[in-house]
Nanobody, 114 residues
Framework: QVQFVESGGGLVQPGGSLRLTCAAS????????LGWYRQAPGKQRELVAHINHLGTPNYADSVKGRFTISRDNAKNTLALQMDSLKSEDTGVYYCNKVVKPNSWGQGTRVTVSS
């Protein structure tokens, strides 16, 4: 079973950028569609970006044009480049499979505030 460890979060001002990274263990990383999820304070976890095994990305409307998801199957890593950050991007970010997610990692906290 693939396990995930997220990193790269922090405090950033509106309009700033962050790059999140997810390191995965397991031998079948390359076959899964993977996504970045966000849980904002007081809200349910939502899928903000995902990428299939061929590298085709998809984005929620709220992040389209600002976030870029990528994967490196040779290194078992998933990344999320976040630009033009807004206060509403604040939350804990997790990576996981899109279909039948595995157990959730600790996530990485992103705070967008002046």
């Amino acid at each position: 079973q693939v396990q995930f460890v997220e990193s790269g979060g922090g405090l950033v001002q509106p309009g700033g950028s962050l790059r999140l990274t997810c390191a995965a263990s397991g031998s079948r990383f390359h076959i899964y569609s993977l996504g970045w999820y966000r849980q904002a304070p007081g809200k349910q976890r939502e899928l903000v970006a995902h990428i299939n095994h061929l590298g085709t990305p998809n984005y929620a409307d709220s992040v389209k044009g600002r976030f870029t998801i990528s994967r490196d199957n040779a290194k078992n890593t998933l990344a999320l480049q976040m630009d033009s950050l807004k206060s509403e991007d604040t939350g804990v970010y997790y990576c996981n499979k899109v279909v039948k997610p595995n157990s959730w990692g600790q996530g990485t906290r992103v705070t967008v505030s002046s």
